[in-house]
Structure formats: C-alpha cells, structure tokens
C-alpha cells in the first residue's frame, strides 16, 4: 500500500475504555455522563442524545456493573423534581476517557 488514498476514503479512529475485556465507556457513554452532569438529570440527557430514559439507565447500569461503583448518584424529586449527578468516581472515569482522547490528539 503506498500513500495514495482513493477519493472519499477516510481513516476514523474510536477509542474507548474497557475493563477485564468489557467496555466500560466511549464516545457514546461519555456524552451521555457528560450531559447528565451537566444537566443535571438523566431525563434531559437521554432526550438531548435522542435516546430513551431506558436505554440511557440501561448505559448507566451497565458501566456501574464494569467497574463495580456508582458513576451517578440520584435525588429523587418532589415539587422540585429530581436530580442526577456524576460522583466523584464518575467524573474520575469521564476525566481518564477525556485524557485517553487528548492522547491521541482527537
């Protein structure tokens, strides 16, 4: 292979976390934690991505379930509505994906 590329062809690179072999987070899963801190609810941040409450929760589990803690903490809401927030471990994972990136000049 020489250095000629056809027309239209284009090198993607994807970078993601994993643990023991399973994904933990990428790009996808990092939006989705990003949002909900900065939103502040998880019901925003799914409708922002443009994907259910559910399968949002369902991300959420599953990299809480990779690593064995708790990536968001949850309040339960009343008049006011409910919040969720990264803790401090989820905003750790987010910063190591962020820094994982930034490695790769991306």
Do not use: C
Not at 54 to 69: F, N, Q
Not at 70 to 85: L, M, N, Q
């Amino acid at each position: 292979m020489g250095d000629k590329r056809e027309v239209g062809e284009q090198v993607r690179v994807k970078i993601w976390l994993e643990r023991n072999g399973i994904p933990v987070v990428g790009e996808g899963r990092a939006a989705l934690l990003r949002l909900i801190d900065e939103r502040g609810s998880l019901k925003r941040a799914a409708a922002e991505l443009g994907m259910s409450y559910r399968h949002a929760w369902g991300l959420v589990r599953k990299i809480e379930g990779a690593l064995g803690i708790k990536v968001v903490s949850t309040r339960r809401g009343g008049a006011s509505g409910g919040e969720t927030r990264l803790t401090p471990d989820g905003r750790a994972l987010l910063q190591e994906y962020d820094r994982a990136v930034g490695n790769f000049g991306l």
